[in-house]
């Protein structure tokens, strides 16, 4: 073993352990939610409810889970307002695109006849 | 220039250079969000415009996909404790945590590469019709994806070895290798609910 691996770093002034350490309880607490909520989608596919109940409630429980770990996994909360914006701009087109895309491409938009003459 | 001017104007362009890289990582992942939702939006119209194509719950098995799906998010939160432990400049424990981030990388490219064998044994391919060109692109660019983020861990596990990293400007390599990791995670939290999930509501 290098002699590296029981050295511990040489840690900048600026590293706080406790906002750290903090962040650990984040951490375990997110996952913990995170893995919940996939169970609860897991169930929720096979009760008898109204289709669009399940779609709506699996969507939003989704929407959830992708920006609590955009917000606390991937640090966003804790940054520059800057990177929210940049990636907040392609996730804007992103979304923007699927939208449209949806809508334009409907089947009762789309010319099946054309598609089958093609 | 003063010593003090110079460290000055070094701990400046290194502020600068770590925050173009994370700058640089959010530019990408933006862009990539465009890809993958143009791609995910590509298999639900196909879905919609031919529902008779193929019937994907003879195919999808969604307590496997559930356990990859809980895989990944575990993968994430170990990437995050990874990333704090860095920060603290505790090197050990960002190894322990980077070991577990890629054996659970590992674990959900090989649910996927079971996932594909079954498929195409049950008779689907990339070229069997909309369904599976959709499907498979979809997946397999997010696998490529996954694969790329393992490799990825696996050399700065390595590098770690060599004695060269420091707390301070290694932990901003580490973070944006984390932030790649967690993007990777949260395509996978939409294409689970868009792709699998919705599939298995009774009467949608």
């Given at each position: 073993?290098?002699?590296?691996?029981?050295?511990?770093?040489?840690?900048?002034?600026?590293?706080?352990?406790?906002?750290?350490?903090?962040?650990?309880?984040?951490?375990?607490?997110?996952?913990?939610?995170?893995?919940?909520?996939?169970?609860?989608?897991?169930?929720?596919?096979?009760?008898?409810?109204?289709?669009?109940?399940?779609?709506?409630?699996?969507?939003?429980?989704?929407?959830?889970?992708?920006?609590?770990?955009?917000?606390?996994?991937?640090?966003?909360?804790?940054?520059?307002?800057?990177?929210?914006?940049?990636?907040?701009?392609?996730?804007?087109?992103?979304?923007?695109?699927?939208?449209?895309?949806?809508?334009?491409?409907?089947?009762?938009?789309?010319?099946?006849?054309?598609?089958?003459?093609? | 220039?003063?010593?003090?001017?110079?460290?000055?104007?070094?701990?400046?362009?290194?502020?600068?250079?770590?925050?173009?890289?994370?700058?640089?990582m959010?530019?990408?992942?933006?862009?990539?969000?465009?890809?993958?939702?143009?791609?995910?939006?590509?298999?639900?119209?196909?879905?919609?415009?031919?529902?008779?194509?193929?019937?994907?719950?003879?195919?999808?098995?969604?307590?496997?996909?559930?356990?990859?799906?809980?895989?990944?998010?575990?993968?994430?939160?170990?990437m995050?404790?990874a990333?704090?432990?860095?920060?603290?400049?505790?090197?050990?424990?960002?190894?322990?945590?980077v070991?577990?981030v890629i054996?659970?990388g590992?674990?959900?490219?090989?649910?996927?590469?079971?996932?594909?064998?079954?498929?195409?044994?049950?008779?689907?391919?990339?070229?069997?019709?909309?369904?599976?060109?959709?499907?498979?692109?979809?997946?397999?660019?997010?696998?490529c994806h996954v694969a790329i983020g393992v490799f990825w861990l696996i050399c700065m596990y390595f590098y770690s070895?060599?004695?060269?990293?420091?707390?301070?400007?290694?932990?901003?390599d580490v973070e944006v290798a984390g932030l790649y990791w967690h993007f990777v995670?949260?395509?996978?939290?939409?294409?689970?609910?868009?792709?699998?999930?919705?599939?298995?509501?009774?009467?949608?």
């Open positions: 073993m290098s002699e590296a691996e029981y050295t511990p770093l040489p840690v900048s002034p600026d590293t706080n352990h406790s906002s750290e350490n903090e962040k650990y309880h984040t951490f375990v607490n997110l996952a913990l939610g995170l893995a919940a909520i996939t169970g609860i989608e897991l169930v929720l596919v096979y009760l008898p409810f109204n289709p669009i109940f399940i779609t709506t409630v699996l969507v939003a429980l989704s929407i959830f889970k992708f920006f609590a770990v955009i917000a606390w996994f991937m640090h966003l909360v804790y940054d520059k307002l800057l990177l929210t914006l940049v990636f907040g701009a392609g996730l804007s087109i992103a979304v923007g695109t699927v939208i449209a895309l949806m809508c334009v491409m409907s089947p009762s938009h789309v010319d099946f006849s054309a598609i089958e003459a093609f | 220039m003063s010593d003090s001017a110079t460290a000055s104007h070094d701990n400046g362009h290194h502020s600068l250079i770590e925050n173009n890289k994370k700058l640089l959010w530019l990408f992942l933006g862009s990539d969000c465009m890809f993958f939702g143009t791609l995910i939006s590509t298999h639900l119209i196909y879905r919609k415009l031919y529902p008779d194509a193929n019937n994907p719950l003879e195919f999808f098995d969604l307590e496997l996909t559930s356990f990859s799906t809980f895989i990944l998010l575990m993968s994430s939160f170990l995050a404790l990333v704090s432990a860095m920060h603290k400049g505790q090197i050990k424990s960002f190894r322990r945590n070991i577990g054996f659970f590992l674990i959900f490219l090989g649910c996927q590469v079971y996932e594909f064998t079954h498929f195409v044994h049950a008779g689907l391919t990339i070229s069997t019709n909309t369904f599976g060109s959709t499907f498979f692109v979809m997946t397999g660019t997010h696998g070895h060599t004695g060269k990293m420091d707390a301070h400007e290694s932990a901003v995670d949260i395509v996978w939290i939409v294409i689970f609910t868009a792709v699998y999930l919705i599939e298995y509501i009774p009467g949608k």
